[in-house]
């Protein structure tokens, strides 16, 4: 029996293995991790993360041929295929800090890998790291070889977070890095067999390390170039009366540029977009691709602008402040489906309000209060990023309250604030809120998701990202 261990159980190690185990049954598979609650979760009927489709997998698998564990040098001992798959943040000090991958985890884990080896391994980097990064895994590991041969290979994950387990049920391609020798061969040979049990052939894409590595990150910054885009023309269509849904729904129909993550939005969040793009531009930076970085540092500069323009929009509404009024947030998820809050523009619009020293009122559908508190708390790095500067004083984080219901975060509200595509958003009695509500009654729309002319006619003051203004904001213009 093939036996696989996967270091790192988070967004990508839990459900990436989940599906390995359920569509290999004669591979075994541990997932490990050296944090014990999590793990501990995992075992539960609470897993610690919220992912649609992932529960019955781990139901169906757990104890069979997969298991989530604590021992993470036995597993890895006893492994054939070591998937890495643990968090590659943005530094945060010295060299390269805002800007740079941390690697720490990663070489922490390269390191106790050579520790407890005691027969050949095929080292699989999983996270998405720097190109180049496994000629320095590779480093480590042979130089603490005691005699045992490693193969390095790079199959970066490409998964969503909310449709995680249809995308690995189907993906579009897996991507498989490994040297071009007959040793580099017989690895990613190997590892195609795992993926070859469900995954057809002509969607396993087969390079060299660094095209796979750097596939990843370019992936990641196309994708949220998309986004910039659309949401730099959204501004604009705010400016001419041009609506962004019929001009991105024109734009898509070319079927060179297709109609796909052409959405615009109070910005992109999750833990990947901007710290892949601040990586690749680290590393363009490190080569002397000055022009390069530059043009890709303008897709973050373009995400902030679009999350400080909406809270500039919200407080210019309100007769250009916000402070002592009750501000409802519906959702602070970065996306629908997930609990996920990493770079969640919520954080950004909350922190905004919270800095006009409005009180808000949060409710998502999967995000606790606690997490919540911690990330309206937090420090981030500062590179670049102005709203970030506005650091909050703890106590401001005071002026939040969390509620289990949309009706209660908005009743006696003068705003609303939808910054999650959460379904439920669609579907509120808006009449029922709008009554409950301080006159006039504004709704900003972050996500485009509710049915604009209807809201007008019930009487709400309706702002959405890249539509036609209606008299009352066009007379109070944003400033941005
Ligand atoms: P995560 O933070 O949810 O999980 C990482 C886990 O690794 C944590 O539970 C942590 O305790 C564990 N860990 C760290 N060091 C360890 C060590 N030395 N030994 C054992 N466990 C250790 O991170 P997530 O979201 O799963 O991301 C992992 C990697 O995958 C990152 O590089 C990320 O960029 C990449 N990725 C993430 C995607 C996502 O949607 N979240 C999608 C595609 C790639």
Redesign the pocket.
Known sequence: MVKICC???????GPTMAVIALKCPSIEVAV????AP?IAAWNSDQLPIYEPGIDEIVKQCRGKNLFFSTA?EKHVSEADIIFV????PTKTQGLGAGKAADLT?WE??AR?IADVSKSNKIVVE????PVKTAEAIEKILTHNSKGIKYQILSN??????GTAIEDLFSPDRVLIGGRETPDGQKATQALKEVYAHWVPEDRIIITNLWSAELSKLAANAFLAQRISSVNAMSALCEATGANISEVAHAVGKDTRIGPKFLNASVGFG???FQ??ILNLVYICECNGLTEVANYWKQVIKVNDYQKNRFVNRVVSSMFNTVSGKKIAILGFAFKKDTG?TRETPAIDVCKGLLGDKAQLSIYDLQVTEDQIRRELSMKKFDWDHPIHLQLMSPAAVKEVSVVWDAYEATNGAHGICILTEWDEFKTLDYKKIFDNMQKPAFLFDGRNVVDVEKLREIGFIVYSIGKPLDAWLKDMPAMA
């Open positions: 270091i790192g159980a988070g967004y990508v190690g490990v991790d050296i944090s999590r993470v798959s643990v968090n590659t985890y922490s884990a106790m999983k996270s998405t790291v970066p994950e490409f998964l969503a977070e999750g833990s990947c710290k892949d996920d």
